[in-house]
Structure formats: structure tokens, C-alpha cells
């Protein structure tokens, strides 16, 4: 069966969904420009309470999925585990700093918008794209435990080290943020951390009263299109506040999307051999190899907002990361089909 058709019906066309969403706002920021102060009127500080509601609700649903208990599977094979860690946490961050630098350097809101993406590991889309491809689910699902508690501990420091420290290094200015290491570990807190606690309070608690069966096929059936309903409410929003902006620089939106496209090919293919040349099965390597391509938009977009407004261009460049993605992602799962073909015997 083809890939694509085993996808729901608004996973099969979220891309479709994102442009439609992104239209609506951009229509609503330039023929109703005083929306956008309407919007804004529900703010406290730099925080936009119903943004903060949506992304908060985008993260939710896949971190109510993952089984935290099953993170121990990785240690069976610690060569394999710690080339994976090494790829995702080392390889990723450089690889993306290193894109960003080359094809937005005069762009420098949305180069830091890009290194955010960069050090942000997928956590939810990565489970769809493994199980189109054929993945292991146990595997997938600890790799997104694993990434999920490493970005509560250690995205601030990222962060902090990718924007000031890296660029002064490579002999270009550090990008300067208003903002302390503590105040961004402040918004990776609430808007990873409460989803996070959410989702292990949920888990847990409702697999005791109700069972593990009903959490499966009822309880994550009902809150799985929150994601989806969240981040297009999201994206409304932000673009409707930069409505005008966007229909003055369209070419912006390829400008983000080149690299993120050239860091989807050079992680997933750099994982797929490294994992293979350590004995990896297919479906471990599937695993392994989706998980270091993807990011985790919805963290980005949540920190570019919480640490440089929603007019940011940082948030700009968040928002085109699931446009991108979703196509790039779908001919990944087109080409694991076709190297399992080929160097992989059955």
C-alpha cells in the first residue's frame, strides 16, 4: 500500500491545512488590520494568552503517547544508542547553525529562528512518519522519551550557547537576546514543561482507572486532533498579525524553506548509514533515522514567541518549519522504502 494512503485524512493533508490557515490570517492581518490589535489586547507582558493556550494544547496530545516506561529499550544496543543520541543532540544543532549561517546570515532574525529549530528534536510527527515507514514503534517511542526530557533539561543551554556563543566563533556577530538563560528555561518550562507533566499525569492516572485498551482507542483517538486544531488556530493568529509583512516578502517563505529542506535530506540520510554500518534492522534504523530529521516546530515556535514577541521573525521562520516538513517528511518515508530495497535484504 502506498504510503501516503495509510495516512488519516487530516494528517494525508496538513499541508494543505497549514496554507489555508496561514491564508486565512494573512487575509484577516490585511483586510481587517485592527484584528491584530484585538489579538494583542489579550497579552500580559510579552505573553498572548490565547498563543500561550494553543501551543501549550499543540503539545499535549503527542506527549500523552509516549510510554515513558519503554526508554530502557535503548540501552540494549549502547553503540547504537549513543551514535543516535550523538546524531539528533551533536550533529543536528551543528548541522542546522551551520545552514542558517550560510543562507540567512543577512537575515538575522530568521538565521535564530532556524537554530531554534535546530536544537529542538522531534517529539510528535517523528512517531507518524515511523510508522508509515515501517519503523519500530518501541524504539520510536523511547528515542521521543529520551528527547523529550533532554529538551525540559538542556534546550535553554542550547539556546543560550547557539546564539551567543557560535556565531562570534564562525566571525559573525553573537545574536544578542534581551533575555537571561533563565528566562528561556522559564518558557521552555511552561510551554514543555505543563504539557509534558500533562501528559505523564493522564497517562498514568487514566491506564489505572480505565485501562490501557480504553487510553489507546478512545481517550488518545479523542485528543489527537487538538495538535492539528491548535497549531492551525496558532498560525491564524500569527498571521494575521503579520498579514501585511507577509504579502510584502512571499520570497521570505523560500528563503526559510531551503535550508530546512537541505537539513531534512542531510540527517536523514548521514542516520540511515551511520545506523546501518552498526548493525541497525530496518526498523530500528527507520527509527532512528526519522527521529534525527525531525524538529520539534511546535517548541520553537512556542520559545521564538515567548523570547522575541509573536511579530518576531524568529516566529516567522518557526511557522514555515511544518510547511516544509510535512512534503519533505513524506518523500523521506518514500525513500526508506526505497534503501530498504536496496540495502537491506528483506
Not at 541497525?280 to 533515522?289: C, E, L, M, T
Not at 534525527?292 to 516566529?315: H, K, R, T
Amino acid at each position: 500500500m502506498p504510503a501516503n494512503k495509510r495516512l488519516s485524512f487530516l494528517d494525508r493533508y496538513l499541508t494543505i491545512w497549514i496554507f489555508l490557515a496561514m491564508g486565512i490570517g494573512v487575509c484577516l492581518g490585511y483586510f481587517i488590520p485592527e484584528s491584530g490589535n484585538y489579538i494583542q489586547s489579550f497579552s500580559s507582558g510579552t505573553t498572548n494568552i490565547p498563543l500561550a493556550i494553543g501551543l501549550i494544547l499543540m503539545m499535549y496530545a503527542p506527549l500523552a503517547k509516549v510510554r515513558y516506561e519503554k526508554i530502557p529499550a535503548l540501552f540494549k544496543n549502547a553503540k547504537l544508542f549513543t551514535a543516535s543520541l550523538f546524531i539528533t543532540w551533536i550533529v543536528g544543532p551543528f548541522v542546522m547553525f551551520l545552514l542558517s549561517i550560510l543562507f540567512l546570515h543577512n537575515y538575522p532574525e530568521y538565521m535564530s529562528g532556524l537554530i531554534l529549530i535546530g536544537i529542538a528534536p522531534c517529539i510528535a510527527m517523528v512517531i507518524v512518519w515511523n510508522e508509515l515507514a515501517g519503523g519500530n514503534r518501541e524504539y520510536v517511542a523511547a528515542l521521543v522519551g529520551i528527547n523529550t526530557i533532554m529538551q525540559v533539561l538542556f534546550f535553554s543551554v542550547y539556546a543560550w550557547f547557539y546564539m551567543e556563543i557560535m556565531p562570534g566563533l564562525f566571525g559573525y556577530k553573537s545574536i544578542e537576546i534581551d533575555i537571561s538563560m533563565s528566562q528561556i528555561g522559564k518558557t521552555v518550562a511552561i510551554y514543555l514543561g505543563i504539557p509534558f507533566l500533562a501528559g505523564i499525569v493522564s497517562q498514568y492516572f487514566l491506564i489505572k482507572i480505565k485501562g490501557e485498551v480504553w487510553f489507546n482507542t478512545k481517550f488518545l483517538k479523542f485528543v489527537s486532533p487538538i495538535t492539528l486544531i491548535a497549531l492551525l488556530g496558532t498560525i491564524v493568529l500569527m498571521f494575521s498579525l503579520k498579514g501585511q509583512m507577509i504579502v510584502a516578502i512571499p520570497l521570505d517563505v523560500i528563503r526559510v524553506a531551503i535550508p530546512l529542506s537541505i537539513y531534512f535530506a542531510i540527517m536523514f540520510v548521514l542516520a540511515f548509514f551511520v545506523a546501518k554500518k552498526l548493525g541497525a534492522s530496518y526498523a530500528d534504523n527507520a527509527a532512528i533515522s526519522f527521529t534525527a530529521a525531525g524538529n520539534n516546530f511546535e517548541l520553537a515556535i512556542a520559545v521564538a514567541i515567548g523570547v522575541f514577541g509573536m511579530n518576531s521573525g524568529q516566529a516567522f521562520a518557526g511557522v514555515i518549519g511544518p510547511l516544509v516538513e510535512v512534503p519533505a517528511l513524506i518523500l523521506m518515508v518514500k525513500l526508506a522504502f526505497w534503501l530498504r530495497k536496496k540495502h537491506y535484504s528483506s
